[in-house]
């Protein structure tokens, strides 16, 4: 087992290639998305496209919902919601059809690892796992040894001891048989974490590691202002907050 896994990527081509080539260059075969390929950025139908070509797991998020009209959009801040009436008007037919096939959770390596966009509890609600309360709680919604995920665009590894004590790490973590995990792989596309670097993770038996990539910035921010996309989504890109 050993996968690349990325989320969040939303419409950042620039980001998401490059990532893809640090991925290849790591010589890692599986790939694995935990949804919002399309919002916030200038290119959602090339996104879709390279993701379903390269990526043997693909899940929905909240923003592919949003855009296929599945969920509400009015809980979105009015940027966001921007954003995604942009996308509903630019994506292909083709887009749509594979965005509608995705599932938002999914269970993989003989149930060991979970996958979910946003949280294992009530996941068509799209909570955020932000503190290690909202961990707690979460522990407990899922049965699988490792959940993987995404949707808050902030990367972080949580290790549960059976005693129930729980530790953090920032960049990796070496895996332990008896404890449980819960990793957020961060954001390829909109990180927001104060490093504007695309961001993913590698996991195998061992080890998960946190990886990023830098990419030209400048250049998806020229794209979404051809667009005319609101300037706040572009200016955040620079500073990835
Ligand atoms: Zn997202």
Redesign the pocket.
């Known amino acids: 087992m050993k996968y690349a896994v990325i989320?969040?990527v939303?419409a950042n081509l620039d980001a998401l290639l490059a990532v893809l080539k640090d991925i290849r260059e790591k010589k890692i075969k599986k790939n694995i998305f935990l949804?919002?390929a399309v919002?916030?950025g200038p290119e959602p139908d090339e996104c879709v496209d390279v993701l379903k070509t390269e990526c043997s797991v693909m899940l929905a998020?909240?923003?592919d919902w949003a855009v296929l009209g599945l969920t509400e959009i009015e809980h979105f801040n009015p940027i966001a919601k921007e954003a995604i009436l942009w996308a509903r008007e630019k994506i292909s037919r083709e887009t749509i059809s594979i965005l509608k096939t995705l599932s938002i959770s999914k269970e993989i390596e003989d149930k060991k690892i979970l996958l979910v966009?946003s949280t294992p509890k009530e996941p068509e609600k799209w909570h955020y796992l932000l503190t290690l309360w909202d961990a707690e709680i979460n522990f407990h919604c899922f049965d699988n040894r490792i959940c993987l995920l995404?949707?808050?665009?902030y990367p972080l590894i949580i290790e549960r001891l059976p005693s129930g004590e729980m530790s953090t790490h920032r960049n990796s973590a070496k895996l332990s048989a008896e404890n449980r995990y819960i990793v957020n792989v961060g954001?390829v596309g909109?990180p927001r974490d104060g490093d504007p670097r695309a961001c993913y993770a590698i996991i195998d038996e061992e080890f998960v590691n946190i990886y990023r990539v830098q990419y030209d910035v400048e250049k998806t921010q020229g794209k979404m202002r051809s667009y005319g996309l609101p300037e706040p989504l572009i200016e955040r890109l620079k500073r990835g907050l």
Do not use: V
Request: charged share 10%.
């Open positions: 989320s969040d939303h949804g919002d919002g916030y998020g909240n923003h966009h995404g949707h808050s665009h954001s909109q």
